[in-house]
């Protein structure tokens, strides 16, 4: 394994949800990248983009964090969508390593005010340099979407520090809860998706100014073979990119078998995969989200977007309109 964290990415895949170009045209046109998950501005007004449905989405949730609003996330759209995401986050066989290592983070600072890395290195998959490794990544990656900044020292844990946004969160989480260990499921779900929310945001710009140097944001976190070269943790990174893009395009509900055929252009192909996305949406997998009402006809399901999150969106579409975003 190398631990060298420039990557080399082709650039004829979507490094974001895996999808593969098949023509020249659309990798010279835009490369890393796909036109479902680039930022480029839509000419339609009704239409907002993935980038800025997540920006509006991060926005907010910073706010609410700020006010200490984190215990009450499940009354607050912004903030039960991120643990939305958090909760498919926290359910993928790799990434659910880092929703840990977020976790006890959070605890630490909201117990101590400050964090060390050794913990990190109880839930960090891997031995040795690989361990460390990812324990690292996840550190920049925490960097990158504003909840550490660098500090000054000798030691890794006084040369980053929890951010202003950091403590406030924590502060919110001491009041309500006794914290020692664990967070409670749903606050360290929303801590997590808000994480990986901004991560994607991060990564779609690092993608789209060229994908040059080390890699900004959710990819960071994403595995490496023996020899360095990155995979995408599609079954994470697909269905949260089809669910913001037929939220932010304006669609209200979609069928099992559009979620299907949108994942299988994205290598999802496997029935048991594919099954296992549509069980989850309809929580006949134990899952922890609201973000849509499954309905069954005895053939297949139907999905409705949470009205809540309807309303969001209608919000940050008025935005536009009004030229505020
Ligand atoms: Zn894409």
Redesign the pocket.
Known sequence: MSYFSIVQLNKDR?W??N?RKETELEVRLLPY??F??SSRKSDEVDRITIRSLIENITTEVEEHLKQGRLAVCEDIDALSFAADIGDLGTQHLYLKQFSSMIGLITVQVALEGRYTPSRLLKVAAGSGPAKWFRVRECIRFLTDVGLLEQGEGKYIYERFRPTNLFLALTASVEAVSKVEEELPPRIARCVAGYALLRGIGISIDWLQRGAQGEPKGVIRLYPRDKHGRLWIPRLFTAPT?FLLGYLAHGHNEFSANEIRSWLHRRGIQREKDVAWIVNWLARTVPADHRLVDPSYDGYSYHFKFNRLYIRMRERYRERRRGGRA
Do not use: A, D, G
């Open positions: 979507c974001i949800c999808y990248l796909c479902w998950c990119m």
